[in-house]
């Protein structure tokens, strides 16, 4: 339909214009051969008769021989009458050619407008449907999959209505009731193993490297301890977590300063606290008993005869008892230390030591 749109687009008027034109050349070439037939013809020319030529032959009539000539007359710039009014009446079909020639242009470039606004239109329309046929694919394929989850909810049902028949009909299952006496608690000493359980999630705690980093600190800043009394002090994050602690100068004891001498101090972290952060990476209880998972792994790397403290949160005791279960059967040492909601993990040389079974 859009080829023959453009068939018909502007060709009558293009042919009108062309057939008005070639018609003006031709009635201009027969005005102008009109015209050179229209000169002054010029008489011819007549001979003087001298009066002293005797050979000329004796007239009839003793009476002169008069010749009447008649001046041409003058050529004039003006055209004939007759080829003034053919001319403007040439000039009058001529204007209202142009006019014409206007009218057509006016409605080509209207008909050039309305063809470019239909194919806007018909573009849009494309696109438009285009999007609808996308859309009903996607609702197809999204029926296809509602129709394939209640089929297998379907078998699901089935296969639980068939064990709901089984187990009525047969006995009533026994439970098993496993007891482990709780061995007697005692200090851990050595090597400890840190881990936090919050939001039933379990997360390994860095405290034996970031620690060997506060004395790296330490070292390096010895002699600006050396004049102030008071310290604090950043390192981290690692593994998501960052630490925060206080140095402070610690008196001597009698022994130790007759020892060292008069002058001498001892520099001591008086508290830390551990801050997590934003992307602190947690397992569930699935995840940490898994080959290859964070808690694993620390498992693996403790050193020998390490312990294993628990911070555990209000949320996550049924977690600390699975945990448990898993690094006892281990052959490791557990200790639990249960948190407040919103406490964060820290120490002081005045807290207490871990306790574990």
């Known amino acids: 339909m859009r080829r023959r749109h453009e068939q018909e687009f502007g060709s009558d008027s293009f042919l009108d214009v062309l057939a008005n034109m070639v018609g003006i ?50 050529d004039s710039d003006e055209p004939p009458p007759t080829l003034q009014r053919e001319l403007s009446a040439i000039n009058s079909e001529l204007m209202s050619l142009r006019g014409k020639q206007a009218e057509s242009e006016s409605e080509i470039r209207r008909l050039h407008a309305q063809f470019t606004a239909a194919r806007k239109a018909a573009s849009t329309t494309e696109k438009a449907v285009a999007l609808d046929q996308q859309e009903l694919d996607d609702q197809k394929a999204r029926v296809a999959r509602l129709q394939q989850r209640l089929g297998d909810r379907k078998e699901v049902l089935t296969a639980l209505l068939a064990e709901f028949e089984e187990t009525k009909n047969a006995r009533a299952p026994v439970t098993q009731i496993k007891h482990r006496l709780a061995p007697i608690s005692q200090e851990v000493e050595g090597d400890e193993m840190h881990f936090r359980l919050s939001r039933n999630r379990v997360s390994v705690v860095p405290l034996m490297q970031l620690v060997e980093r506060v004395k790296f600190q330490l070292e390096r800043q010895k002699d600006w301890l050396a004049r102030h009394n008071r310290n604090q002090g950043t390192v981290g994050p690692l593994d998501g977590y960052t630490l925060l602690y206080t140095v402070e100068r610690l008196p ?23 801050v997590v952060d934003a992307e602190l990476p947690t397992e569930t209880l699935d995840e940490s008993l898994r080959r290859g998972s964070r808690f694993a792994a620390a498992l693996q790397a403790a050193p020998e005869h390490a312990s294993l403290t628990f911070w555990v949160y209000p949320d996550s005791f049924s977690l600390f008892r699975a945990l448990q279960e898993a690094a006892h059967a281990e052959g490791f040492v557990v200790t639990g230390r249960p948190l407040p909601a919103g406490v964060p993990i820290a120490a002081s040389p005045h807290g207490s030591k871990s306790a574990g079974q």
């Open 25 to 74: 050349l031709i009635i201009l070439i027969v005005i102008a051969g009109v015209r050179a037939a229209r000169g002054p013809v010029l008489p011819p020319p007549v001979e003087a008769i001298s009066e002293s030529d005797e050979s000329a032959p004796p007239s009839a009539s003793d009476e002169p021989l008069e010749v009447v000539v008649v001046p041409p007359e003058p």
């Open 252 to 274: 001597l004891s009698p022994l130790d300063e007759r020892k060292l001498g008069y002058g001498a101090f001892r520099v001591g972290v008086s508290k830390w606290e551990l």
